[in-house]
């Protein structure tokens, strides 16, 4: 089992920037995929971006490319998502998820969101 917590949302003006973080714990997930995914209300949660635990390769959705990162700290078995020029589009419930069987593979372990609120 893993366990993750997303924190980091806000309230943030239109241009700023937020950095959510998602903690995990449970079994290590050295080879896992982790990626973060959100969601408005009446609509199907989107891919935003994923990165790989051990090698570090990443995928963007074509919405977010140049203005978020992905990132990993393996030491603190966290992911972060580094979001800049933030736009009100971006407003969102924010999730993120593991793929216990690798990179493409279906995501099994979500967290609990966390809510991003841009304001225009």
């Known amino acids: 089992q893993v366990q993750l917590v997303e924190s980091g949302g806000g309230l943030v003006q239109a241009g700023g920037s937020l950095r959510l973080s998602c903690a995990a714990s449970g079994r290590t997930f050295i080879w896992y995929a982790v990626g973060w995914f959100r969601q408005t209300p009446g609509k199907e949660r989107d891919f935003v971006a994923a990165?790989?635990?051990?090698?570090?390769?990443?995928n963007y959705a074509d919405s977010v490319k140049g203005r978020f990162t992905i990132s990993r700290d393996n030491a603190k078995n966290t992911v972060y998502l580094q979001m800049n020029s933030l736009k009100s589009e971006d407003t969102a419930l924010y999730y993120c998820a593991v793929a216990p069987r690798g990179w493409g593979t279906t995501y099994e372990y979500w967290g609990q969101g966390t809510q991003v609120t841009v304001s225009s």
């Open positions: 990165i790989t635990w051990g090698g570090g390769r990443t």
